[in-house]
């Protein structure tokens, strides 16, 4: 086709588009297509993907990574802070994992963000092809840690926007140590079976919001850690998967608490839970405190609504099952569906810490096979409005 354009036409064109990209952002752009990626699908990129970064991290002024279309195959990229000022991430391409799992599953992480202040990171798909790793892990073969897809670690100011992760061998999404994050329109794809997949998990970390998304996995479509506080999620679209879950909690006998947490305007299809608060029946200063679940669609969900203070998989170290974290404050309101289960509400509290202020208001989950009930031990609250299955507080 080139010999086709006149010479003079496509200097003009080259100045057209030379112009467009510097008027459109004047920011220096570092494509990773200069420093030797090659969008094939083969050649290993992870060289390039981290000259590009560190020259953009080094930038005085506002600088952007950039990863046109096409297929990169890349290793474990670590991408360090702080950098000289802020950063936009644009990913038009798609990034994939090298075949042989060992290769980024023995790093704990495949992509990392770690101590980045104001970071951008806009569309990209992730493919991790965790498949050949889930299928060792449920063969009990010697395998690998397994590596999360994408994280961001002790970062702060952070915008993850349109991004698409499938399959990761792990974790797909986590946020640790982190603050002001912002998740919209993410969508994440593993198939049901797949073992630890969850979504997105939230740890140590403060003022983060999920915005629009379609999660379905093998684990937990949202999972808030210890230490999660000032949360925000709202029209997520979650299953299959387990659900939202506040938890696990109370592991270790030190632990910090969650906080202000509101989940609204979300639907689960075919979950095993909708939201659940699950903790380690066993000694821990931790606490769940001012929790909002409302707005909330149930499809054929197991346990749409679901405290667990009981959980000990290995039976050991839980003396008489009684967890330490105290749960408080928690409102389930303006939710409605169906269950797939007859016990539609369950609030299954710690003996030695009771739950308390517990709100429900305008619930309505129906069971195809007859009426749901609801089951309460050590929970302490109150309900207004129309609640069935009803309140057994
Ligand atoms: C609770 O979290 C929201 C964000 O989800 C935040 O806007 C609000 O200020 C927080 N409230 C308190 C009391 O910290
Ligand atoms: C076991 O739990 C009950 C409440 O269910 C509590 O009264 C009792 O003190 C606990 N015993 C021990 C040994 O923790």
Partial sequence: ???????????????????????????????????????????????????????????????????????????????????KNIITFKIDGTLVAPENYWSIGSSGYWILFAKVNRISVYGGILDARGAGYWSCRKKGGHCPQGARSISFSWCDNVLLSGLTSLNSQNIHVTVHHSSNVRIQNIRIRAPSGSPNTDGIIVQASSGVTISGGVIGTGDDCIALNPGSKNIWIERLNCGPGHGISIGSLGEYANEEGVQNITVTSSIFTKTQNGVRIKSWGRPSNGFVRNVQFRNLVMRNVENPLIIDQNYCPSR????????????????????????????????????????????????????????TTSYCKNAHGGASGVVVPMNCM
């Avoid at 003079?8 to 030379?18: E, H, K, N």
């Avoid at 080094?58 to 670590?78: C, F, H, K, Q, W």
Wanted: proline share 5%.
């Fill in 1 to 83: 086709m080139a010999n086709n354009i006149s010479f003079p036409c496509a200097i003009m064109l080259f100045f057209i588009v030379f112009y467009l990209i510097n008027s459109s952002n004047a920011m220096p752009s570092f494509n990773v297509q200069r420093y030797g990626a090659r969008g094939d699908g083969r050649t290993d990129a992870t060289e390039p993907f981290l000259t590009a970064w560190s020259l953009a991290c080094e930038s005085r002024a506002r600088a952007m990574v950039y990863i046109p279309r096409g297929t990169y195959l890349v290793r474990n990229l670590v991408f360090w802070g702080p950098c």
């Fill in 316 to 371: 050991k170290g839980c003396p008489n099952q009684s967890s330490g974290v105290k749960i408080s404050g928690v409102t389930y309101a303006n939710i409605k569906g169906t269950s797939a289960t007859p016990v539609a509400m369950k609030l299954d509290c710690s003996g030695s810490h009771h739950c308390t202020e517990i709100t429900l208001k305008n619930i309505k989950l129906t069971y195809m096979k007859g009426a």
